[in-house]
């Protein structure tokens, strides 16, 4: 067995991890991240190897399927060229109630899924973090917005964000470093929909482009101050503490390849593994001291787990022919082009927000078929209500390849999600038909339901055949990949799992930053609230163990 000695240690290399190391780092702190998979660099996006693309994808999903990637393959954006950017599910099983399936899809590498996201990047609004105050649902947060804006402005700046003002009220503007454009279609779509309903705004999409150097500049930040170990291939089975003070020491660490356990020291444990993980972690991590899982002494650790709610459609634009790219970004032959357009929450009484879910898409950027229309499709994301029975526990029957118990996943909708869904759907229907769109679907866990040509009319019948057969075990809890909740911020031990700076109330050395702290979903995507949320704990964990090393 080996022991090191760090200053901190951050568990998980992606979209949390990444600022992690750079703000720990940058206060001049000796730190070791710990990555379970494989270092990876350009070399590993063959922008080469040509792939035969069509709308629904099904031959690559069937062979990925075969290959042990039969959940991976149902992301909405899977293909064979970005197989290695995903787990094997047969190495990396789960459990699910029967009624309640989900969809939970992960990649295992350096930069976790930040190779595989959208890339968009939204601030939250005190319509999230105040949610219990202005609706009388789900839970006010520890924080306000006015509290994160200088950590989202330090990510904005530190990432170079594509954008452009746009002045809604329910979808800050961020600070971009670069403009994002909209197409020709796209204007026409913001004209007609601003035009007929002056509260539902169409904005730009906030993203950043692909990294050419396939590492986001905050962990090549980190690697350049000579003060990170990483640890490449490192499975974290548990965190480790002091019998006595009931501190985190480090972490029992698995050799991915080997299996060889070795032991890692340090005076701080920083998650940032993602919702699922992190929280498996901490109750894989039980001991005589922490015997319900490690900073669980609320009971609450695994509780009150979310996804947003997800629904898609697909069509045409008749007002708007042929397809152009307006990708602001540098060309990325891997990636492709990037952009699109959001439909905010819709902006009510003193800016206040007046729906409880929001819209990504894109019109007029993808190949048209034979009717030369403008193709729109479109992918909502709704509020899903903390419950407290939604929950991660550990499955006592099942490993995975290494030998540690795997998590057992309960995300049913409730009543409200389930109203807050329909409403989604049939706004989105509403938007789309009411200004003269043409929709082929639109699907949700709630079905299918086909319109006009129905789904996909230019593929061949058994394609269509399959996505009709297949929907419902695609379209499920996890597909908007937004999970969160399941270790909470709070304001009091009893209520919550760590306080408003992301520390454990049990164990004050743990920090946990990846989107189990949330205490609501939200509507938007999770990373940029993530990131300035690492910004921020890490900040002060940093000056807690500077003060620590000086004695003062």
């Known amino acids: 067995m080996s022991t090191a000695q760090f200053d901190a240690m951050v568990i998980g290399s992606g979209a949390s991890g990444s600022f992690a190391v750079r703000e720990l780092t940058a206060q001049g702190l000796k730190v070791v991240l710990l990555e379970a998979g494989p270092e990876i660099g350009p070399a590993d996006f063959n922008a080469q190897r040509k792939v035969r693309q069509s709308d629904i994808n099904l031959w690559q999903r069937a062979k990925a399927t075969l290959m042990g990637q039969g959940i991976q393959a149902r992301a909405a954006y899977f293909d064979t060229r970005m197989r290695r950017l995903f787990v094997n599910d047969r190495e990396h099983p789960y459990a699910t109630p029967p009624d309640a399936p989900f969809v939970w899809i992960r990649g295992r590498q350096a930069g976790g899924r930040t190779h595989t996201f959208g890339r968009a990047l939204l601030r939250w609004t005190d319509d999230d973090f105040r949610m219990r105050s202005r609706t009388g649902k789900g839970e006010d947060w520890p924080i306000a917005y006015d509290e994160i804006v200088p950590f989202y402005e330090d990510v904005e700046r530190c990432l170079g964000i594509y954008g452009r003002p746009d002045n809604v009220p329910t979808q800050p503007d961020s600070i971009y470093s670069h403009e994002a454009r909209l197409t020709g279609a796209e204007e026409q779509f913001k004209a007609d929909l601003e035009g007929k309903w002056p509260d539902r705004r169409v904005i730009s999409w906030r993203y950043i482009g692909p990294e050419p150097t396939r590492v986001l500049r905050p962990l090549r930040e980190a690697i350049a101050s000579g003060n990170l170990t990483i640890r490449y291939n490192s499975i974290a089975h548990r965190v480790l503490t002091d019998e006595t003070t009931g501190l985190a020491t480090g972490a029992e660490v698995l050799d991915r390849a080997t299996g060889a356990r070795s032991t890692v020291m340090a005076k701080a444990v920083v998650l940032c593994a993602s919702p699922i993980e992190s929280i498996r972690l901490m109750l894989n991590s039980a001991s005589p001291r922490h015997p319900a899982g490690l900073g669980n002494g609320s009971g609450l650790l695994g509780r009150y787990f979310m996804d947003q709610l997800p629904c898609i459609a697909t069509g045409n634009y008749p007002k708007a022919r042929g397809a152009a790219p307006a990708d602001t970004a540098p060309p990325d032959a891997f990636y492709g082009p990037s952009g699109g357009i959001f439909v905010p929450r819709f902006v009510g009484e003193g800016g206040k927000a007046a729906s409880d879910f929001n819209f990504q898409g894109s019109i007029g950027r993808y190949p048209t078929g034979r009717s030369g229309y403008a193709r729109l499709s479109f992918f909502g994301f709704g509020v899903m209500q903390p419950d407290a029975d939604n929950r991660i526990t550990i499955d006592p029957k099942t490993r995975d390849a290494w030998g540690i118990p795997v998590p057992h996943i309960r ?142």
């Not at 769109?437 to 019948?461: N, Q, T």
């Not at 609501?520 to 940093?542: E, H, K, P, Y």
């Open 411 to 552: 995300c049913k909708m409730g009543a409200d999600d389930k109203a807050t869904l329909s409403r989604q759907v049939d706004t989105l229907t509403e938007m789309v038909e009411g200004i003269g769109g043409e929709l082929e679907f639109v699907g949700s866990p709630l079905g299918l339901v086909e319109k006009g040509r129905g789904a996909y009319p230019e593929a061949d019948p058994l394609s269509r055949f399959l996505f009709r057969r297949m929907f419902n075990k695609t379209m499920v809890m996890g597909a908007a990949i937004h999970e969160a909740g399941g270790a909470r911020m709070g304001n009091a031990p009893a209520h919550s799992v760590l306080n408003s700076w992301n520390q454990s109330w049990d164990v004050p050395n743990l920090v946990v930053t990846d989107a189990s702290a949330f205490p609501t979903s939200g509507v938007a995507g999770t990373t940029l609230t993530i990131m300035a949320l690492t910004v921020r704990a890490c900040r002060r964990l940093g000056e807690e163990l500077k003060a620590q090393k000086s004695g003062t």
